[in-house]
Each structure stands twice: as C-alpha cells, then as structure tokens.
C-alpha cells in the first residue's frame, strides 16, 4: 500500500467527476480511524453546515434544498421511519430529512413538501412541530358533486363531506396508515359561493384536505375574488416541494384543487400541467395534503 503523499492528486483540471459517489475517506478522531463514501461525507457536511447554521439563529434551511432520497417503507409510518427520523420531527430540527425525501407506506409514496407550513397558524394555536405530506399519485379519480354546482364551495361539495367520496376514504386509509402520527390543526376552509365566488368560511379541525392553487402555484389562478377580495386562508404560501421541484406538480393526469371558479366549476391541475378548472361533476384525480407530528 503506497504513502499517503505518493497518492495521486485529484486536481481541479480533472473536474467534480473525478470524484465517485463509493469513493473512500478515512477519517481519524477520539482515538479511533473510521471510513466514509464521498456520497455519505456529501450529505454529512450538509447535514453539519445546516446544524451550524441553526446554531447561531439562521434557521435551519431545509427549504432551500431538494432531495428526494427514500426514507423507509413499511405498512405503517411508525415501521417505515425511524425513531431518529420521528425525534427531528419533534423537535423541529429535522435533522436527516430534506425537501423531496419520501416514505413508502402501505405501498404509497408520501414525499416531504414542507417543514412547519402551518405552525402557529389557527384560530386555536398550532404550535406543533411538523412536516407536510404529499403522495407522489392520486388516490383515484371522482367529482366534487353529483351537478355541476358549487353552492357550499369546498365544505358543501360532496367530495368533502360523503364518507364515500375518494378523498374520504383517503382520509381513513392514512389515518389508519399514519395513526398518532398524523397531526390535527385548525384550517380555514370556503362554505359559500355567491355569484360564483368564494363569500365566506369557518374553522374546522382538519387532517387531511385538498391542496388550494397558492399551495400548488404559489398564487391564484382561477379562484375569483369577491367585492374585489380573496377570502382569506391559511394555506398562503406555495408549498417548497413545488418551488423546489416544479416537476412535482405535474402528474400527467388531472387532480382537484380546493377553489372555486365558477357557479359550476372548481380548480384544477390539468393533466397536461397546465392549471385549469372543471365541472363539479366531472371525475379528477384526489392527491391531498396533510401533516404529521413526530409522536403520537
């Protein structure tokens, strides 16, 4: 085995790609010698700099980074995470986990959208730490009524409130999938459509809901304005998942979002990735989000 000093140099002139992910570093410290691929020393020295960086009041600046690395399966989310993974989520660090990382649980992909996105937010306090899911596909296909109506706005659509609805059975099948786990905050949600806009709403204690066009685009597209005014909501910023990954909005088929259009139509994303508006009694797809706590 040669010298150290008679290895040979990676220069600048032979670029990054002279670096391989299963490249080996040997690292000494407290009286013992370790090893580590470059790929692992990569993601560590992000991880220390992110550490660092929170440390001295910055934030810890997950939002400005994409992933996307498997985090674990399993048929529940207490099997497919790790104790060490639900401790971040506790305790807010989110030390391990990055924008775009994702789970497989009960054979659907749940990818990390957001950190905190609704805490202190309610007209009860949030003050919870958590993430944002977000399936990576629909839970099928329905409509939001029966006619093309949109009286009672998101509350009153039969997508919301029939325990048949797909969004409901998607609703049941992750409480079941995420137990404890899954987080419950107060949301602010439409209940009246005048003149073919959104008019009012009211708090409801909430889990799991359709997405809204500010949490998709980062702004309203299709939802009008009432007496010149949009009702309010808490879901005011576009999720990181979207900004980071805008890839990630676009499924290839259609899926409903929250906001009314018209006296017949809500908001949607268009199957080819366009942003558009359906019948109420047209079928698109159901791909919520929705939070989770670390501890049940």
Not at 100 to 106: A, P
Not at 181 to 205: I, R
């Amino acid at each position: 085995m040669p010298r150290v000093p008679d290895y040979t140099a990676i220069g600048n002139s032979q670029g990054t790609t002279a670096l391989k992910n299963d490249d080996e570093f040997y690292v000494y410290g407290n009286g013992s010698s370790r090893k580590i691929t470059a790929k692992e020393l990569s993601q560590a020295l992000s991880e220390k700099a992110l550490a660092n960086a929170a440390s001295v009041g910055v934030g810890y600046g997950k939002s400005d980074l994409y992933r996307g690395a498997n985090l674990g399966s399993g048929t529940t989310f207490a099997t497919a995470s790790t104790a060490a993974q639900r401790a971040a989520i506790v305790s807010g660090t989110f030390e391990g986990l990055f924008i775009g990382d994702y789970w497989t649980v009960n054979n659907v992909l749940y990818r990390i959208a957001d950190f905190n996105y609704w805490k202190r937010s309610g007209d009860s306090d949030f003050n919870t730490n958590h993430i944002v899911l977000v399936p990576d596909t629909s839970f099928g296909n329905d409509k939001m009524n029966d006619s093309n109506i949109t009286t009672g706005a998101y509350v009153g659509s039969k997508m919301y409130s029939d325990s048949s609805s797909v969004l409901n059975t998607a609703r049941s099948k992750i409480a079941a999938d995420f137990g404890g786990y899954l987080a419950t905050h107060k949301e602010y949600l439409a209940n009246a459509v005048s003149d073919g806009a959104q008019t009012a709403g009211a708090w409801f204690d909430s889990t799991v809901e359709l997405m809204n066009e500010l949490m998709v685009y980062g702004h309203y597209v299709y939802c009008r304005k009432s007496n010149g005014v949009y009702l309010y909501t808490i879901d005011k910023a576009q999720l990181t998942l979207f900004k980071l990954n805008p890839a990630m909005v676009n499924l290839r088929y259609s899926y409903w979002l929250r906001d009314v259009y018209s006296a017949t139509d809500f908001a949607l994303v268009g199957a080819h990735g366009y942003a558009a508006t359906g019948n109420a009694s047209s079928s698109s797809g159901v791909r919520p989000a929705f939070p989770v706590k670390g501890t049940a």
